[in-house]
């Protein structure tokens, strides 16, 4: 009793919530649009081609106006964090709404691609159904099971018989060991060319695309305008542009007009820093076998970039 009556104390003298006004949840909801398009944007690199955008971003969007009516700025969590977690979640939900398949099949499924990938490793070719198995302590009857229900839950859009091409309505396959490969390769190089970015720069592309801030927090942190990081940031992918594809698609580099000129200077040395700096072994040391970052994701190469 003595319990009850304490608690319903502390209830009644905790501070109350924080409230905004709504015209402060409206420009929450407005300055932070862009962050629904971005985790958007790198949710569908790593889906298949027939979920629909509109779907995750109307999911995204709910989610960002429920975080702006529940954020407490007394509590000393950013908002753009606060939102970012909610808006994630809700796209994972929406997710799982449009996939048939249950928890067990999907499980079946991510234990049979690892092992595929390690055998893959190991062996240095595709394993065969049979090894495939044995290393499982399945049968192959099980695999093409466990392969036809997971075909027979992915779900088509009604749409994408009208309007998508032939390739959308095709299960998308584990890449090889070779793709494999040459992405953590790019990936690696993508990590070393934003490294090799002067300081600014550098600092623009890693807030904006890797830690997800909004551009007006990272015009705050470096005492410029808005429009000035939107300037940097296109200089910024100007610069990675130009540095990956001289590396990795010769073909597309681009060549300067006046090689004797300042800006083409600064731009070779940009592209011999990057050289200078990377090796096959730090590239591939970026990501694990399947790609991921150490830190458990997969790096989003910016859209002006790819």
């Known amino acids: 009793?003595?319990?009850?009556?304490?608690?319903?104390?502390?209830?009644?003298?905790?501070?109350?919530?924080?409230?905004?006004?709504?015209?402060?949840?409206?420009?929450?909801?407005?300055?932070?649009?862009?962050?629904?398009?971005?985790?958007?944007?790198?949710?569908?690199?790593?889906?298949?081609?027939?979920?629909?955008?509109?779907?995750?971003?109307?999911?995204?969007?709910?989610?960002?106006?429920?975080?702006?009516?529940?954020?407490?700025?007394?509590?000393?969590?950013?908002?753009h964090r606060f939102a970012s977690t909610r808006i994630r979640g809700a796209i994972l939900d929406e997710l799982r709404a449009l996939d048939w398949a249950t928890r067990s099949v999907r499980t079946k499924a991510r234990a049979t691609d690892t092992t595929r990938q390690q055998l893959t490793t190991t062996l240095g070719r595709t394993p065969t159904s049979d090894e495939l198995a044995q290393a499982l302590g399945t049968t192959t009857n099980d695999l093409q099971r466990t392969d036809t229900d997971v075909q027979r839950a992915t779900v088509l859009s009604l749409q994408g018989f009208t309007t998508s091409s032939a390739d959308d309505l095709v299960t998308e396959k584990t890449p090889g060991p070779e793709d494999m490969l040459l992405r953590r390769e790019q990936?690696?190089?993508?990590?070393?060319?934003?490294?090799?970015?002067?300081?600014?720069?550098?600092v623009v592309i890693t807030e904006y695309f890797l830690n997800e801030r909004p551009m007006a927090d990272i015009a705050a942190d470096l005492g410029v305008t808005e429009s000035r990081i939107s300037q940097l940031r296109a200089e910024a992918l100007s610069l990675l542009k130009d540095g990956l594809n001289t590396h990795l698609n010769p073909d597309l580099a681009p060549v300067p007009d006046n090689p004797d000129s300042i800006t083409a200077r600064r731009r070779a040395s940009y592209y011999a820093n990057i050289a200078n700096n990377t090796s096959m072994t730090s590239r591939l040391a970026m990501t694990n076998a399947h790609g991921h970052t150490t830190y458990g994701r997969t790096l989003r190469t910016p859209a002006a970039v790819a």
């Open 1 to 79: 009793m003595n319990t009850i009556v304490t608690n319903a104390a502390d209830a009644a003298t905790a501070p109350a919530a924080t409230v905004l006004s709504a015209a402060e949840q409206e420009e929450l909801i407005r300055t932070h649009m862009p962050l629904v398009g971005h985790l958007v944007r790198d949710m569908l690199t790593r889906i298949p081609n027939h979920i629909h955008r509109d779907d995750l971003t109307s999911a995204g969007l709910h989610a960002l106006v429920t975080a702006a009516r529940g954020w407490d700025p007394e509590r000393g969590i950013p908002f």
């Open 187 to 202: 990936i690696g190089y993508l990590h070393h060319a934003i490294g090799s970015l002067p300081d600014r720069l550098q």
